[in-house]
T-cell receptor, first 118, second 116 residues
Framework: AQKITQTQPGMFVQEKEAVTLDCTYDTSDPSYGLFWYKQPSSGEMIFLIYQGSYDQQNATEGRYSLNFQKARKSANLVISASQLGDSAMYFCAMRDDAGGTSYGKLTFGQGTILTVHP | GAGVSQSPSNKVTEKGKDVELRCDPISGHTALYWYRQSLGQGLEFLIYFQGNSAPDKSGLPSDRFSAERTGGSVSTLTIQRTQQEDSAVYLC??????????????FGDGTRLSIL
């Protein structure tokens, strides 16, 4: 069974600073995808970044980057130059791509609440 | 273009009543997912549709929960004889066909269900 662990219930960062949100995962499948979503207080889930298990390079999307350490089974999200609008809940999620399909369900971590201080 | 639309946005009902939650996916998205977000359990998968069939319904918590999808589009999640533990935000997501593994699931804003 897949499991995602986010050990930081809450994180605080100063505006314009960088912050790392931790995510570790457990799976026996060699093929999987890792996702980060942002959930502001309004409730919508916003996709941020994706990392495939066979990707050789860490994913980047604007101010978001993913520190993927496959051997350690970690997929930490790095947000650079934090903005007040980054304050939200952040979820790490994994999708099992075994069997060549990428339509599997997402398994989510418990989330980390990020607060950006001015 | 329009995103995933869910209705109602909020639903308050009495214990024992049946409720229906609706999801209208992004046009052309063949895959549709239901998840539940609650304080105690976090975000949990409920059911996945590909077209009108449900290859994975492993997350439905009991036989009080059912879902259907018609015309490869709109889906309805039905909860019969609601219990207080059913109180949660029910999220729907959809995904387009043939876009490869990088394509994420796109979520609606959810239905907040409160059982009195």
């Amino acid at each position: 069974a897949q499991k995602i662990t986010q050990t930081q219930p809450g994180m605080f960062v100063q505006e314009k600073e960088a912050v790392t949100l931790d995510c570790t995962y457990d799976t026996s499948d060699p093929s999987y995808g890792l996702f980060w979503y942002k959930q502001p207080s309004s409730g919508e889930m916003i996709f941020l970044i994706y990392q495939g298990s066979y990707d050789q390079q860490n994913a980047t999307e604007g101010r978001y980057s993913l520190n993927f350490q496959k051997a350690r089974k970690s997929a930490n999200l790095v947000i650079s130059a934090s903005q007040l609008g980054d304050s939200a809940m952040y979820f790490c999620a994994m999708r099992d791509d075994a069997g060549g399909t990428s339509y599997g369900k997402l398994t989510f971590g418990q989330g980390t609440i990020l607060t950006v201080h001015p | 273009g329009a995103g995933v639309s869910q209705s109602p946005s909020n639903k308050v009902t009495e214990k024992g009543k049946d409720v229906e939650l609706r999801c209208d996916p992004i046009s052309g998205h063949t895959a549709l997912y239901w998840y539940r977000q609650s304080l105690g359990q976090g975000l949990e998968f409920l059911i996945y549709f590909q077209g009108n069939s449900a290859p994975d319904k492993s997350g439905l918590p009991s036989d009080r929960f059912s879902a259907e999808r018609t015309g490869g589009s709109v889906s309805t999640l039905t909860i019969q004889r609601t219990q207080q533990e059913d109180s949660a935000v029910y999220l729907c997501a959809s995904r387009p066909p043939g876009q490869g593994p990088r394509q994420p699931q796109h979520f609606g804003d959810g239905t907040r269900l409160s059982i009195l």
